[in-house]
């Protein structure tokens, strides 16, 4: 157990529909990380936030946004869903404000566009 | 451009072979960082290691060793000794002014 924990672990959906998937970052770090799986792309960085400000920006499309609140949870919204954004969306933490930095992973939310 | 490229999509070995996942990677940075992740089947994401690019000691830790060489654009990671645990998706990355992934090695060791 990473210390990370990610709500829901599942969500189906369908298309044109906009979602909001949270995070919890372990116990004393700032810094959470976004991240996309899917068969088509790959593993793919999305966003991170230290300390509730954007630091890093990667593949994130425009109908997804993010945020990171004053007690550090962190929020990933997908808007007008599209069967494409069907993939595994992890959450990552660390305590530093760099990629760099060795980041702990939640479990992942499953998400389905029907 | 960043890539990270994973040549070897599967492999698969029998418990106690050796096996070697291969990284090779492509950045014009001069400051980068390259990871080795694992996935196991439970889909978890699990850091394994992080070398800087000004730092091409090789490292080893118990039965895992990974080999950084500059001059082939390489970072290769050495299972020793295989175990079915060892069974999972790893994932070679590259951090220089973005993050790249490759596209992952399944290895399965058989017992």
């Known amino acids: 157990d990473s210390g990370v924990t990610q709500t829901p672990k599942h969500l189906i959906t369908a298309t044109g529909q906009r979602v909001t998937l949270r995070c919890s970052p372990r116990?004393?770090?700032?810094?959470v990380y976004w991240y996309q799986q899917s068969l088509d792309q790959g593993l793919q960085f999305l966003i991170q936030?230290?300390?509730?400000?954007?630091?890093a920006k990667g593949n994130i499309l425009e109908r997804f946004s993010a945020q990171q609140f004053p007690d550090l949870h962190s929020e990933l919204n997908l808007s007008s869903l599209e069967l494409g954004d069907s993939a595994l969306y992890f959450c990552?933490?660390?305590?530093?404000?760099?990629?760099?930095?060795?980041?702990?992973f939640g479990p992942g939310t499953r998400l389905t566009v029907l | 451009a960043q890539k990270v490229t994973q040549a070897q999509t599967e492999i698969s070995v029998v418990e106690k072979e050796d096996v070697t996942l291969d990284c090779v990677y492509e950045?014009?940075?001069?400051?980068?960082?390259l990871f080795w992740y694992k996935q196991p089947p439970s889909g978890e994401l699990v850091f394994l290691i992080r070398?800087?690019?000004?730092?091409?000691q090789n490292e080893i830790s118990g039965r895992y060793s990974w080999n950084f060489q500059k001059s082939t654009s390489s970072f290769n990671f050495t299972i020793t000794a295989s175990q079915v645990v060892d069974s999972a998706v790893y994932f070679c990355?590259?951090?220089?002014?973005?993050?790249?992934f490759g596209a992952g090695t399944r290895l399965t060791v058989k017992p």
């Open positions: 950045t014009r940075d001069t400051t980068y960082y």
């Open positions: 936030y230290y300390n509730g400000e954007e630091r």
């Open positions: 990552a933490s660390s305590v530093g404000e760099g990629l760099f930095n060795e980041q702990f």
């Open positions: 990355a590259l951090k220089g002014r973005d993050m790249r």
């Open positions: 070398r800087n690019s000004f730092d091409e």
């Open positions: 116990s004393g770090d700032l810094s």
